[in-house]
């Protein structure tokens, strides 16, 4: 069975930094396109970033509201990837999620709240 296991996140001041990981089992990570998602209270969900695997290698794309300020990472020996979040900002508070989208499968979730 496919499926997503989420670690990290938690509770920092705005200008601070956390990591959300997300762990696979039953497939390669670096073999599709793995994007995070996040959702606020109340409101929907909002893309966030995608990794995808190209014949030129990885690449890499980003929301406007994180460019410059998160980046996605993988460890191809882990079968992880890691979401690093840096300058966070209040707004940035949400229930952040690592999902395949083509197998449909989706990460527990993981609370990140930017708060002083």
């Known amino acids: 069975e496919v499926q997503l296991v989420q670690s990290g996140g938690g509770l920092v001041q705005p200008g601070g930094s956390l990591s959300v990981s997300c762990a696979a089992s039953e497939f390669t990570l670096s073999s599709y396109t793995m994007n995070w998602v996040r959702q606020a209270a109340g409101k929907g969900l909002q893309w966030v970033a995608r990794?995808?695997?190209?014949?030129?290698?990885?690449?890499?794309t980003y929301a406007d509201a994180v460019k410059g300020r998160f980046t996605v990472t993988r460890d191809n020996v882990k079968n992880t990837m890691r979401l690093q979040m840096n300058n966070l900002k209040p707004e940035d508070t949400a229930v952040y999620y690592c999902?395949?989208?083509?197998?449909?499968?989706w990460g527990q979730g993981t609370d990140v709240t930017v708060s002083s």
């Open positions: 990794v995808s695997s190209t014949s030129r290698g990885s690449r890499y």
């Open positions: 999902v395949h989208f083509t197998q449909g499968a």
